[in-house]
C-alpha cells in the first residue's frame, strides 16, 4: 500500500461506501478476532454488553466507547484536522511536533471488510488509530507529552480493505489489558468529524508477546501493571474474555513485532460506540495516562 504521510486532509480519495441489505450469519474467519474499545479510560465505559453479544454471534466488530484521548475533537483535541495525519508511520510526531516514541517496533495490519456487502474488503475505509507510548501516556493529553502528536494517524484502506501501520508496542498502564485504539469511517473526507465514524473498537495483545516486550528495558512499569490482569477482568475485553478482540502477533523483540487484526463491519446497523467520557474517567497518573478533560458542553 503507498505511504500516505504528510499528505494532508486534502489528498482526494475515492469513497467506496455504499449502503446494502444486512447480510448476518458471517462467521470469525482465520483472523476472526474483533476488537473493543476504552473503558477504565472512560467514564462509566465499560464494554456495550449485549450489543457487542449481538454482533459477535454475525461477526461484526464490537463497538466500545473511544475513552477519554482519542484527540479526535470529541472532547477538545483534535490531531485529525491538523495536514501529514494520513501516514503510514507513527511513531514520530508531526507539524509543529518533534518528538518520537521509542520503543520495541511493531507493525499494525488491520483487513476490513463489509458484512452488508457480503464480507467484501472495506476499500476506501479511513482508519485512526491511537495508543500509549512505552511509558503509558497518550500523546496531547498526558503529562510531559502534551506538546506532542505521536502514535497517531490515519490510513485509507486499499483495494483489499487493508490498512498497515509501523509503530511501538504500547505500555500496559494500571487497571487496562495492553490495547490498541481505531476509529473506521466511511471515507477521507469524514475524519473531521468524529460523529461521522462507523465503527469505534480496540484491539486487544496476546499475553504471550506482551510478556517479552515488557521484559525489555524501557517497559519495566508494565511488567507490575500487567501483574495479575486478564482479559477476563479487564473491562473492555471481559464480556468474552477477548475471544472477539484479539489480535495475532508474530515476530520478536529484536526485529518488531507484526499485529494483525480482522475488522469486520456492518454498515446497515447503527454504531453504539465512540463519544467523549466525563472527567474523572482517567486511570491516574503517576506514568499512567492523566485524568481525561471534561466532555463538551
Known amino acids: ?61 464490537p463497538d466500545e466507547t473511544a475513552g477519554p484521548y482519542p484527540g479526535d475533537g470529541s472532547n477538545g483535541p483534535d490531531v485529525l484536522e491538523e495536514s501529514g495525519i494520513l501516514r503510514s508511520d507513527i511513531r514520530s510526531s508531526f507539524g509543529d511536533a518533534t518528538g518520537t516514541a521509542e520503543g520495541v517496533p511493531m507493525t499494525l495490519e488491520l483487513a476490513l471488510s463489509d458484512l452488508a456487502d457480503g464480507g467484501s474488503a472495506f476499500a476506501g475505509v479511513a482508519v485512526y488509530v491511537w495508543h500509549c507510548d512505552r511509558e503509558g501516556r497518550y500523546s496531547m493529553y498526558s503529562e510531559g507529552v502534551e506538546d506532542q502528536n505521536y502514535l497517531r494517524g490515519a490510513q485509507i484502506a486499499d ?4 490498512v498497515r501501520f509501523k509503530s511501538i508496542f504500547p505500555a500496559c498502564y494500571s487497571g487496562r489489558w495492553p490495547h490498541i485504539h481505531f476509529e473506521v469511517y466511511p471515507d477521507q473526507q469524514s475524519i473531521t468529524d468524529s460523529t461521522k465514524a462507523i465503527a469505534t473498537s480496540q484491539v486487544a495483545l496476546p499475553k504471550a508477546v506482551c510478556d517479552k516486550v515488557y521484559a525489555t528495558s524501557g517497559y519495566e512499569q508494565s511488567v507490575t501493571n500487567m501483574s495479575g490482569m486478564s482479559l477476563s477482568s479487564d473491562n473492555v475485553f471481559s464480556d468474552d474474555g477477548g475471544a472477539s478482540q484479539l489480535a495475532t502477533a508474530t515476530g520478536n523483540v529484536d526485529d518488531g513485532y507484526r499485529v494483525k487484526l480482522a475488522v469486520r463491519i456492518d454498515t446497515s446497523t447503527k454504531p453504539q ?16 495516562p492523566p485524568e481525561a478533560p471534561g466532555s463538551p458542553t
Open 1 to 61: 500500500m503507498e505511504d500516505l504521510e504528510d499528505q494532508g486532509l486534502g489528498f482526494d480519495v475515492q469513497t467506496v461506501l455504499n449502503r446494502r441489505s444486512v447480510l448476518r450469519g458471517v462467521g470469525l474467519g482465520a483472523l476472526g478476532m474483533g476488537l473493543a474499545a476504552c473503558s477504565n479510560d472512560s467514564a462509566g465505559g465499560g464494554s456495550n454488553t449485549g450489543t457487542n453479544a449481538k454482533a459477535a454471534a454475525s461477526g461484526e466488530i
Open 159 to 162: 483495494d483489499d480493505g487493508m
Open 273 to 288: 460506540g465512540g463519544g467523549a467520557p466525563g472527567r474523572g474517567a482517567g486511570p491516574g497518573d503517576g506514568g499512567n
